[in-house]
């Protein structure tokens, strides 16, 4: 089953650091960009960071740009989220998506369920 | 930095109507647009890209149009599983969401 499954959302406080990540299945994970996009409690969708198929480029939105990096391992069909520093508006529900196309700016044909940051003190 | 607008932010609707939501670009992104439903509790799901082209397994009431700065998603007949909110995206430099437009029943 074509699938992507994310993790290790929690209740942090306030300039704690957090590893999220991503299990895929069912594609060539190797392949494939991949991106990560938050969505606040009743908010819209944010795109957050964004990497290549090898993991050679990498590209991340201007408000988590030095406090977040973006990684995988392919070997393992995983994609990371290190997210350090966090402050209440890193807040959200954080999906993992597949591109549609292999630039690291692409649509997204594949999202996962989400895995929860909530940062409280 | 690439703006997207998108209007309305809520629009009410009746099953069977004719639907339209238009996403402008503060800047021209060619045709790198898509769109996306989504409803509570739920992921995005890709219903266009590319501005016109529609993703495998989505009804052909569901079209997309536009270039440049202008984009429209028209729902040809409303159905009641299309009571959701919609974002449009452009992926032409980085990538950014509009705000959301929110069908809803009348």
């Known amino acids: 089953e074509v699938q992507l499954l994310e993790s290790g959302g929690d209740l942090v406080q306030p300039g704690g650091s957090l590893r999220l990540s991503c299990a895929a299945s069912g594609f060539t994970f190797s392949s494939s960009a991949m991106s990560w996009v938050r969505q606040a409690p009743g908010k819209g969708l944010e795109w957050v960071a964004s990497t290549s198929g090898s993991g050679d480029s990498t590209d991340y939105a201007d408000s988590v740009k030095g406090r977040f990096t973006i990684s995988r391992d392919n070997s393992k069909n995983t994609l990371y989220l290190q997210i350090n520093t966090l402050g209440d508006e890193d807040t959200a529900l954080y999906f993992c998506?597949?591109?549609?196309?292999?630039?690291?700016?692409?649509?997204?044909?594949?999202w996962g369920r989400g895995t929860l940051v909530i940062v409280s003190s | 930095d690439i703006q997207m607008t998108q209007s309305p932010s809520t629009l009410s609707a009746s099953v069977g109507d004719r639907v339209t939501i238009t996403c402008r670009a503060s800047?021209?992104?060619?045709?790198?647009l898509a769109w996306y439903q989504q409803k509570p509790g739920k992921a995005p799901k890709l219903l266009i890209y590319?501005?016109?082209s529609l993703e495998s397994g989505v009804p052909s009431s569901f079209s997309g149009s536009g270039s440049g700065t202008e984009f429209t998603l028209t729902i040809s007949s409303l159905q009641p599983d299309d009571f959701a909110t919609y974002y449009c995206?452009?992926?032409?430099?980085?990538?950014?969401f509009g705000q959301g437009t929110k069908v809803e029943i009348k």
């Open positions: 998506a597949k591109h549609g196309g292999p630039q690291v700016y692409s649509y997204f044909d594949l």
């Open positions: 800047h021209s992104i060619g045709s790198w």
């Open positions: 995206q452009q992926y032409y430099s980085y990538s950014n």
């Open positions: 590319k501005a016109s």
